[in-house]
T-cell receptor, first 114, second 109 residues
Framework: NAGVTQTPKFRVLKTGQSMTLLCAQDMNHEYMYWYRQDPGMGLRLIHYSVGEGTTAKGEVPDGYNVSRLKKQNFLLGLESAAPSQTSVYFC?????????????FGAGSRLTVL | GQNIDQPTEMTATEGAIVQINCTYQTSGFNGLFWYQQHAGEAPTFLSYNVLDGLEEKGRFSSFLSRSKGYSYLLLKELQMKDSASYLCAVRDSNYQLIWGAGTKLIIKP
């Protein structure tokens, strides 16, 4: 069972370039999330999805777009990368969004924007 | 605003016991989670508390006091592999997870 798979694991971009982070889960989870993790700060929610075809903004959505065309996939796009977007990005999924629903995380994608 | 406080770093000795505290101020409360994150890896689920009291799971226990906005994670019989960051997260009234910055636990032989 693969769980949550993120690609790529590492990427270096120049300011202004675009890229897409891919997230795939094989657990039939309804909810999917994109977080960023920066030193000294808690995980911050960028965007999330409560089901196929839906997306919603989280705490820090500016500069990012997402799509959930298939239930198992959640894509995070950066249209014009900025140095402030240098971070480790984690995708996660859960069966539901309330109660004891546990998040399963991917291994992370480390992005550096020069 | 919503806030979760945890100590930044703690050091303990192999075989000992350590308690990692978490205090929170959130808009409502729908449960508190503890996750473990080894350096360079993904967070993994440790425990969930929604009612006051102690939940025990092997060497790890988690306590919650909703009236005090307080939780702790207790790790017994510490092993070197317990060296990791421990993340506290609270689900608020909108069911959003609010995350603390994490406590880096260093285990010394």
């Amino acid at each position: 069972n693969a769980g949550v798979t993120q690609t790529p694991k590492f990427r270096v971009l120049k300011t202004g370039q675009s890229m897409t982070l891919l997230c795939a889960q094989d657990m039939n989870h309804e909810y999917m999330y994109w977080y960023r993790q920066d030193p000294g700060m808690g995980l911050r929610l960028i965007h999330y999805s409560v089901g196929e075809g839906t997306t919603a903004k989280g705490e820090v959505p500016d500069g990012y777009n997402v799509s959930r065309l298939k239930k198992q996939n959640f894509l995070l796009g950066l249209e014009s990368a900025a140095p402030s977007q240098t971070s480790v990005y984690f995708c996660a999924s859960s069966l539901g969004g309330d109660g004891a629903n546990v998040l399963t995380f991917g291994a992370g994608s480390r992005l550096t924007v020069l | 605003g919503q806030n979760i406080d945890q100590p930044t770093e703690m050091t303990a000795t192999e075989g000992a016991i350590v308690q990692i505290n978490c205090t929170y101020q959130t808009s409502g409360f729908n449960g508190l989670f503890w996750y473990q994150q080894h350096a360079g890896e993904a967070p993994t689920f440790l425990s969930y508390n929604v009612l006051d009291g102690l939940e025990e799971k092997g060497r790890f226990s988690s306590f919650l006091s909703r009236s005090k906005g307080y939780s702790y994670l207790l790790l017994k019989e510490l092993q070197m592999k317990d060296s990791a960051s421990y993340l506290c997260a609270v689900r608020d009234s909108n069911y959003q997870l609010i995350w603390g910055a994490g406590t880096k636990l260093i285990i010394k032989p």
